[in-house]
């Protein structure tokens, strides 16, 4: 069974279009993550919600938005897509207490803007 | 800044010899967590030491935490080629609030 799945794995879209990302897991956590990973596997925290609650909001442009409808889900939608957005972004989940548990990733999705 | 940062950024080694990655951070820790990406995959959780411990192992893995030199390494011992991965550090900064991971260490390990 997988523990935290994403879809799609792959998304080539043009710039300026709008785009979503959904990340559901089984594990029955309350904490939920998307990460960016850069082409230098730089990995960056961007979202971080608790029980549906956005607790973690970093600097990222105001175009990506995240959507919890149930704990067991979090969504990223994308809009006005721009090349630079193009990376691997991770959905992650743990449990409570953020930073003092391990965190389980899912497979990740490339996307690529033309 | 990153908050934790690897080195060697790449490390070559053949089967069977020893692996030792490093990782440097600047701020006080509650923990400290090693990650390993294998190519195209999602990271996996590898091990977790808390900053009142000085080692920790697992199977082949071996990592030390030295929160005076706010560093940590780790060590996998007779490495295979199914150990060719990315292995990043991660360190809960921000006073515990968020992980922040490090760059990664790209480890090849030739049969």
């Known amino acids: 069974d997988t523990a935290v799945s994403q879809t799609p794995k792959y998304l080539v879209t043009q710039m300026g279009n709008d785009k979503s990302i959904k990340c559901e897991q089984n594990?029955?956590?309350?904490?939920m993550y998307w990460y960016k990973q850069d082409s230098k596997k730089f990995l960056k925290i961007m979202f971080s919600?608790?029980?549906?609650?956005?607790?973690i909001n970093e600097t990222v442009p105001n175009r990506f938005s995240p959507k919890s409808p149930d704990k067991a889900h979090l969504n990223l939608h994308i809009n006005s897509l721009e090349l630079g957005d193009s990376a691997v972004y991770f959905c992650?989940?743990?449990?409570?207490?953020?930073?003092?548990?391990?965190?389980?990733f899912g497979p990740g999705t490339r996307l690529t803007v033309t | 800044s990153q908050q934790g940062e690897e080195d060697p950024q790449a490390l070559s080694i053949q089967e069977g010899e020893n692996a030792t990655m490093n990782c440097s951070y600047k701020?006080?820790?509650?923990?400290l967590q090693w990650y390993r990406q294998n190519s195209g995959r999602g990271l996996v959780h590898l091990i977790l030491?808390?900053?009142?411990?000085r080692e920790k192992h697992s199977g082949r893995l071996r990592v030390t935490l030295d929160t005076s030199k706010k560093s940590s390494s780790l060590l996998i011992t007779a490495s295979r080629a199914a150990d060719t991965a990315s292995y990043f550090c991660?360190?809960?900064?921000?006073?515990?609030?968020?992980?922040?991971f490090g760059a990664g260490t790209r480890l090849f390990v030739k049969a």
């Open positions: 991660a360190t809960d900064g921000d006073g515990g609030f968020k992980t922040i």
């Open positions: 919600y608790n029980n549906k609650e956005l607790i």
């Open positions: 701020t006080s820790i509650n923990n």
């Open positions: 594990l029955g956590h309350d904490t």
């Open positions: 992650a989940s743990s449990k409570p207490g953020l930073a003092s548990h391990e965190q389980y």
């Open positions: 030491i808390r900053s009142n411990e």
